[in-house]
Each structure stands twice: as structure tokens, then as C-alpha cells.
């Protein structure tokens, strides 16, 4: 087993979760019908910003690197970060003119650096240490170079990766330096199940000190759409602990805790978008992770879109899905282990609802329960309670 495969069937009230260029929910073509989508991007975000994930939330990507590394210190300091950073290609962003540049790109960069929280400190102490010492800005651009490309044992950055391209130089500062991380985690873009179109709400405000011009204070549309998902996460055991070598603890421990939090986080944290117009917090009807030894998406089980019938939409897509899952069992063989979620066990891993439940499968009534089996399964040494216990930061 190298792989932990999570698949979800999740329906969301009328939303607007992702939207594209133009204000609209993200959608796409599937089986040449239109689909809603939420971007992969999007999931990924939401997973990493959640409460569920916070204590495991060691990296931070930011264009306002320079004023991180230089808090609390004196201009002076700041503006040397500034000119070492320049050095290294992550350069400060710089206005036409002094008179256009604003608050936020006097002090924030071109780059978007995704780095950790470990990094920033230790380039901290660095300018600490040589405060006396007053290296060139060359070698402090060296050190500062080999910090960030050597301390990336957190979580986040572990799962989601990173890619990392300074500006080239004469100076040639990243010289033998690996500045990216390959994801130990691929997402899918989550896609509706069934043929789904946007909608269009037209909505008014009201003045609530009326007068004689008659008529709302203020007229606009927005578009929206309901959708039952499909969502997809291949997660490699093998590639996060590489990911998380360096870490000073236990890694395995905390890679169980990285596995059990982002199971937790894509199940209970949904896409903020539109959230206050909409509310559409609704978590997974069905939960089924793999531990197989190759990468599989189920997401052909829904190239026929479903369409309900007698029986509600969620439940036709969660029949579907399974069959499908049977089919591919017969044809390409079964994985290593197969956990089934659904709250209370409303709904069951069966084809037809005239048939028993798979004994093979073991189902579960609890997220906490179905995450603890999971853990098991991957190490029957590991336990979801100790491995909770291993974190990288409460600072987030």
C-alpha cells in the first residue's frame, strides 16, 4: 500500500462556492453535458485554512516575505532583507514612480513564496547572529537561499507541494539548489454528478428611511447553482514522509495526523465563496477510502449523468457510484482496503438496494471512526488518538 484514495459524494444547496473570471459558478463538460465544478485549487485552499488543519498549518505563502523576516525590527533591517531578497530574485515589488507606489507593493514582492514558518525564524536568527558580522548581501542571499530550500518539513507544503522559480541572475544564488517539493497529495476538480446548469438570482435592497423617489435602493443580480458532487484525493504515504524528513518528532506520527486532519478537513470544510449570501454548509452524504497500491478515480461512474428518478438525486449518485466501483473491482481487482463512511450509515455500500451490504467492506456510522480505521490500516502501529498529538504549529 502506498496510496490513500478518498472519494466523496457530497450534495450542496444552491451556492456560488468557485466562481470564474465573470462573477459565475465554475463549470465544465462531462459526458457532453454541462457540469458544475469546484476548482481542485479551491479544495486544496479550504482544506489548508480550516480549523480541522490548523495545528498542522507549518508553511505560509506570501508576496510580503521581507517584512515577515524583519518584524519587529528597525527600517534599516527591513530594507536589508529587501536588498537580500533582491539578490536571491524574489524582488521587491517597485512602482513607476514613488508617487503611484502604493502601501502594498512598497513592501510586498513580485513572488508569491510559499515557504515555513521554521524558514522565516531561522533567517531571523541569521540576521540576529550577523548583526555584528555584517556578511555581504551576496552570502546572506546564499544562506538565506539554502534556508528556504532545506526547511520544508510541514504538513501543507508536504501535501500541496510547492514551486518555487527565483529570478536568474549573475549572482547565482540557486545554484545547485532544489526549490521545489513534489505534492505527496493530487486533487481532483470536483464535478456535480448529474447535468447542472447556473442559475441567476436577481435581488434587491431596500432603503430603510424611505422617501418619495419610489423603487429599491439597490438592484443587481448574481449567479448561483445546486449541484451533488463528486470529489477526488489520491494522497502517497510514501511521498509525505519523504516530504516530512527533517521533522524533529516522529514523522510517522505526524504524518498519520496530516492524512486524518485533511480527511477531516475535506469533509467538514466547505469553499467560502459567496458563504454569506448563501450558506450552503453541507457536508458528505458517503465517504469511501482506498488503500491500493495505484492511483483510481471513480469519476466515470458519472460520464452517463444521473438523473432522479423514484429515488432522490444523492442516493441514485451514491447507487451508481458503487456499482461502478463493483465493475472496476471485477475487472482490475480489489484494493488492498476499502473503508465506507456515511453519517449513521444512512447510506450503505450496496448496488441495488435489494442486495446485503459488501462484508468485505467495513462500513462506518463515524467520521472520527471511519479515520481511525483508516490510520490502522495504513500502520496497525499507528493510532489516530497519539497521532493527534503531534503538530507543527498552534501559531496560524
Known amino acids: 500500500m502506498s496510496l490513500i484514495q478518498i472519494h466523496m459524494i457530497q450534495n450542496h444547496a444552491p451556492s456560488n462556492l468557485n466562481r470564474d473570471d ?15 465544478r469546484i476548482s481542485s485549487q479551491c479544495l486544496k485552499r479550504s482544506i489548508r485554512m480550516s480549523n480541522e488543519f490548523r495545528r498542522l498549518r507549518g508553511g505560509i505563502r506570501t508576496r510580503r516575505l521581507a517584512e515577515l523576516i524583519a518584524e519587529g525590527m528597525s527600517e534599516d533591517v527591513r530594507k536589508r532583507v529587501e536588498k537580500i531578497l533582491d539578490i536571491g530574485g524574489i524582488s521587491p515589488r517597485r512602482a513607476r514612480s514613488r508617487s503611484e507606489e502604493t502601501e502594498s507593493e512598497a513592501q510586498g514582492s513580485k513572488m508569491l513564496v510559499f515557504t515555513t514558518r521554521s524558514a522565516i525564524k531561522e533567517m531571523r536568527n541569521l540576521l540576529a547572529q550577523t548583526a555584528k558580522k555584517q556578511p555581504g548581501e551576496k552570502e546572506a542571499a546564499r544562506e538565506f537561499a539554502r534556508i528556504i530550500t532545506q526547511r520544508t518539513a510541514a504538513p501543507d507544503m508536504a501535501l500541496f507541494g510547492r514551486m518555487l522559480e527565483p529570478t536568474q541572475n549573475e549572482q547565482k544564488i540557486w545554484d545547485d539548489l532544489n526549490t521545489t517539493v513534489e505534492a505527496a497529495a493530487q486533487v481532483a476538480h470536483a464535478i456535480s454528478t448529474h447535468e447542472a446548469h447556473p442559475e441567476i438570482d436577481y435581488y434587491v435592497a431596500v432603503d430603510d428611511i424611505p422617501g418619495k423617489d419610489p423603487g429599491a435602493g439597490y438592484v ?29 518528532g516522529n514523522r510517522e506520527h505526524l504524518a498519520a ?15 467560502t465563496g459567496k458563504q454569506n449570501s448563501f450558506a450552503a454548509h453541507n457536508p458528505p452524504e458517503a ?21 432522479a428518478t423514484d429515488t432522490d438525486l444523492v442516493t441514485r449518485s451514491i447507487m451508481q457510484f458503487v456499482k461502478y466501483v463493483k465493475d472496476i473491482d471485477a475487472g482490475y481487482g480489489k484494493p488492498t482496503s476499502r473503508f465506507w463512511f456515511s453519517p449513521n450509515l444512512r447510506h450503505r455500500f450496496v448496488s441495488d438496494l435489494s442486495e446485503k451490504e459488501d462484508s468485505e467492506v467495513k462500513s462506518l456510522g463515524s467520521l472520527d471512526d471511519l479515520i481511525s480505521h483508516v490510520i490502522e490500516g495504513i500502520n496497525p502501529a499507528l493510532s489516530w488518538d497519539e497521532a493527534r498529538k503531534t503538530f507543527v504549529t498552534e501559531d496560524a
Open 22 to 36: 465573470l462573477g459565475s459558478p465554475k463549470t465544465c463538460y462531462f459526458g457532453n453535458v454541462l457540469r458544475l
Open 220 to 248: 443587481d443580480e448574481a449567479m448561483f447553482g445546486s449541484a451533488c458532487y463528486y470529489k477526488y484525493f489520491s494522497i502517497s504515504w510514501d511521498a509525505l514522509l519523504e516530504n516530512l524528513t527533517g521533522f524533529p
Open 257 to 271: 495526523h496530516t492524512i486524518g486532519a485533511f480527511i477531516k478537513a475535506a469533509a467538514l470544510t466547505c469553499p
Open 287 to 307: 465517504i469511501m477510502v482506498e488503500l491500493r497500491d495505484y492511483p483510481l478515480s471513480y469519476s466515470n461512474a458519472f460520464v452517463n449523468p444521473v438523473r
